[in-house]
T-cell receptor, first 113, second 116 residues
């Protein structure tokens, strides 16, 4: 059974710092991995999607990497801003079967002005 | 325009009641989903629907039943509500059930259900 873990559970950084969020998964047979952002009281917004054949994806100040064989992904946020404060969730889709996403428990990020 | 919408946003009800949460997507997607986020923020899939057919039915109580009047709607019905049903329920949709290169799921804002 796929299990997704995110470390740390919470992170506080001063504005302007670069930071890395970690995600690990137990079953490497994945089709893709996604990073989502969740703001308090709101739904999830997809940030980056990495196919299993890819090593990384970039969008603006965000860079996500994927090491499928070791079951790890990182989300790198450059020059953090207070507006980046949110909970970040990673989710993996299994290689076979339906479009089912297994979510981690998230990392709550606070960027201090 | 909101891509995936849910109503109500908040739902407070007594134990034993029957309630429904509505979901609509205007993206023209073929597949819709329901997720439950518990108090520990863990998000777990409950159901997915494709072309009016239930594709995934995780080990959720049969008190929960998804109903899809058309491709753009997937409503969640809950009978005989229990305290443990309190959670945030998210609806989502994606282009297709089959594997594609751009099969991102788009999520609604969530419905916070509180059972007293």
């Amino acid at each position: 059974k796929q299990e997704v873990t995110q470390i740390p559970a919470a992170l506080s950084v001063p504005e302007g710092e670069n930071l890395v969020l970690n995600c690990s998964f137990t079953d490497s047979a994945i089709y893709n991995l996604q990073w989502f952002r969740q703001d308090p009281g709101k739904g999830l917004t997809s940030l980056l999607l990495i196919q299993s054949s890819q090593r990384e994806q970039t969008s603006g100040r965000l860079n996500a990497s994927l090491d499928k064989s070791s079951g790890r992904s990182t989300l790198y946020i450059a020059a953090s801003q207070p507006g980046d404060s949110a909970t970040y969730l990673c989710a993996v889709r299994p290689e076979t079967g339906a479009n089912n996403l297994f979510f981690g428990t998230g990392t709550r990020l606070t960027v201090i002005p | 325009d909101t891509a995936v919408s849910q109503t109500p946003k908040y739902l407070v009800t007594q134990m034993g009641n029957d309630k429904s949460i509505k979901c609509e997507q205007n993206l023209g997607h073929d597949t819709m989903y329901w997720y439950k986020q518990d108090s520990k923020k863990f998000l777990k899939i409950m159901f997915s629907y494709n072309n009016k057919e239930l594709i995934i039915n995780e080990t959720v109580p049969n008190r929960f039943s998804p109903k899809s009047p058309d491709k753009a709607h997937l409503n969640l019905h809950i009978n005989s509500l229990e305290l443990g049903d309190s959670a945030v329920y998210f609806c989502a949709s994606s282009q297709a059930f089959s594997f594609t290169s751009t099969d991102t799921q788009y999520f609604g804002p969530g419905t916070r259900l509180t059972v007293l």
